[in-house]
């Protein structure tokens, strides 16, 4: 069954249409300058859709400004307003904006005080032609849902499908829908389920796909192409977003690659396969490393995945920066990739699990240095699921599944959690990564 089309301005998302590449500023939204300068690097780099978070009432101004000016210098790229609990902001930045991306059920702790300033936002972005994301995460779907499903990717599919029946009662479709989680398998597993459960209701919205958190560098780029690349393998995805704990330009040429492969615009670089029992192994022409690594992840990752394939063995050749051919297996980039993609499917752990959110304008802190810093010193431990969270006001909600987790407070001070639990607060952020290794080190002991 087709999916219905949602219209971001002028930009259709579903049905049949190429998969939309977005992004969304690391910027703060009051910064209006450094903000529409992102903007339009992002647009430069191919961004169909920007999301802008708008934390609060003072920053719809911020964002009618930021509208402005960049209409006034011909990006005409669509924006989203990213809320987290606030309908109020919802409703007063949707005339002014071509999409509101919400989490309905974090709007209310009452479920029927959450539906009316739902029904109330739908009737504002009806007027206005605005049309609305429901994103759900996994980590943040709130105790209703979860005392009656669990916190599972069935909860995730179950409160999506109540918003959506929601949209139907209202007679609204320009809806997009997503169910991230920084694990690959609840991910996948949640927008299957979602998937099937509008196929039965008969009525399909599109899907917004990602891997939320999925960190920064080759693992951020594995993860997310091998939770994403699964589904679009499937037919299920019409936008996407790469999160990557990074410059967010850097986003739009994984995006790209993966908008292009799965409209059919582009092929793999692998040119032989063979099986030996449930391990492949795959030969590659690589043009280059980026490209084998977002060529194997798309390969191999759904087949790791979903259990087909216990293994893989890279080999062939990849071309360096002074365009010399160089062996995979003999430079050890082979069992590297292989290594991060088994990961990346969650078959086996050879370091840390990392969880690190892209950050916004939420995150007052120096989240890209702060998770290199992480990393750095826990790379020698294995079985354990560290979090670097840009605030605090969602990072506990969104880090979901981890053992560890640091998460700004702002004011240079950091609240370090075990689980769910925060075990200390207000820690200077010049003694927090020490504090957290020294935690985590102490409990392994
Ligand atoms: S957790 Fe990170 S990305 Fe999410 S709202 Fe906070 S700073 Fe922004």
């Known amino acids: 069954m087709k999916t219905l089309t ?45 999301r802008i978070t708008c934390p609060g009432l003072t920053d719809v101004p911020h964002m009618k400004e930021i509208r402005r000016k960049l209409r006034e210098a011909g990006v005409d790229t669509p924006l989203v307003a990213d809320i987290h609990f606030s309908s109020a902001t ?3 930045v949707a005339p002014f904006v071509e999409k509101v991306r919400i989490n309905p059920g974090n709007f209310h702790k009452d ?55 929601l949209c139907i009662a209202n007679d609204f479709y320009n809806v ?45 780029r594995i993860k997310s192409c091998v939770g994403i690349s699964s589904l679009l393998a499937e037919g299920i995805g019409n ?12 986003e739009i040429p994984v995006a790209r690659y993966l908008a292009d492969r799965y409209d059919g615009k582009t092929g793999s670089s692998l040119v032989r396969l063979s ?47 002074a365009g010399e051919a160089v062996s995979i297996e003999g430079s050890g980039l082979g069992s590297y990739l ?18 690190a959110c892209p950050g916004c304008g939420r ?17 020698h431990l294995k079985d354990v699921v560290i979090a670097v969270m840009g605030c605090i006001v969602n990072g506990p909600g969104e880090m979901a599944d981890a053992d560890w987790g640091y998460v700004g407070e702002g004011n240079h001070k950091v609240s370090i959690y075990k689980g769910k639990e925060p075990v200390l607060r207000h820690v200077p952020d010049t003694e927090a990564v020490d504090t957290l290794v020294r935690l985590i080190e102490a409990d392994k002991a």
């Open 6 to 50: 949602a219209w971001v301005g002028s930009v259709p998302i579903g049905s049949g249409h190429p998969i939309v590449p977005q992004t969304m500023c690391n910027t703060h939204t009051y910064d209006v300058d450094e903000t529409v300068a992102q903007c339009i690097r992002m647009r430069d780099a191919g961004a169909g859709l920007i």
């Open 90 to 92: 919802a409703i007063a």
């Open 111 to 165: 479920h029927a005080e959450a539906c009316r300033q739902f029904a109330e936002l739908v009737q504002v972005c009806k007027q206005h032609g605005t049309a609305i994301r429901i994103g759900l995460n996994h980590g943040s779907l709130g105790a209703r849902i979860t005392d009656l499903y669990g916190n599972t990717p069935e909860a995730m599919a179950k409160a999506a499908m109540e918003w959506l029946e």
């Open 176 to 220: 997009v829908v997503s169910l991230k989680s920084s694990n690959t398998i609840v991910m996948v597993q949640a927008y299957r389920l979602l998937a099937a459960a509008m196929q039965e209701r008969g009525v399909v919205f599109p899907l917004h796909v990602g891997v939320t958190e999925a960190g920064n560098g080759d693992s951020g």
């Open 239 to 250: 936008t996407i977003r790469v999160s990557l704990t990074e410059d967010p330009v850097a």
């Open 275 to 321: 099986l030996d029992g449930r391990k492949a192994v795959a030969t590659y022409e690589a043009p280059s490393r980026e490209r084998l690594i977002l060529d194997a992840s798309c390969d191999f990752g759904k087949r790791l995945l979903d259990r087909e394939l216990d293994d893989v063995e890279f080999r062939g050749t990849v071309l360096n920066e």
């Open 338 to 355: 292989a290594d991060e993609l088994l990961q990346a499917a969650r078959r086996r752990f050879y370091k840390p699990e990392y969880i």
């Open 363 to 379: 995150t007052m802190y120096d989240l890209q240095a702060t998770f290199e810093q992480v990393k750095a010193r826990t790379a």
